[in-house]
Nanobody, 124 residues
Framework: VQLQASGGGLVQPGGSLRLSCAASGFTLDYYVIGWFRQTPGREREWVSCISSSDDSTYYADSVKGRFTISRDNAKNTVVLQMNRLKLEDTAVYYC??????????????????WGQGTQVTVSS
């Protein structure tokens, strides 16, 4: 079971990035998929997730209206589209999966499977 996050990079404030979370060894459609982010010296914080039952989506207040999470079942991936990026969105972003977690804001220990992070840097 592996998760692979990709799509990070350097972008100016107001710009967009599209992060992807690809899975191997299991089907993402059956799992709640979450995104967390972390900056140096701070705890990993929950950003967004998508449910397994009906693809309901959930967002942290700090990204609501700017980020969109969605599934691409044909590619067994989950995408986090990030628009109107701000300096404070700079972080390493991690995708994660769990079969049992309740969709919504969560702590890191509630998720079982983690991918490696992808760096997002918002800078002028």
């Amino acid at each position: 079971v592996q998760l692979q996050a990709s799509g990070g990079g350097l972008v100016q404030p107001g710009g967009s990035l599209r992060l992807s979370c690809a899975a191997s060894g299991f089907t993402l459609d059956y799992y709640v998929i979450g995104w967390f982010r972390q900056t140096p010296g701070r705890e990993r914080e929950w950003v967004s997730c998508i449910s397994s039952s009906d693809d309901s989506t959930y967002y942290a207040d700090s990204v609501k209206g700017r980020f969109t999470i969605s599934r691409d079942n044909a590619k067994n991936t989950v995408v986090l589209q990030m628009n109107r990026l701000k300096l404070e969105d700079t972080a390493v972003y991690y995708c994660t999966a769990d079969y049992w977690v309740r969709p919504g804001p969560a702590n890191v220990f509630e998720y079982d499977f983690w991918g490696q992070g992808t760096q997002v840097t918002v800078s002028s």
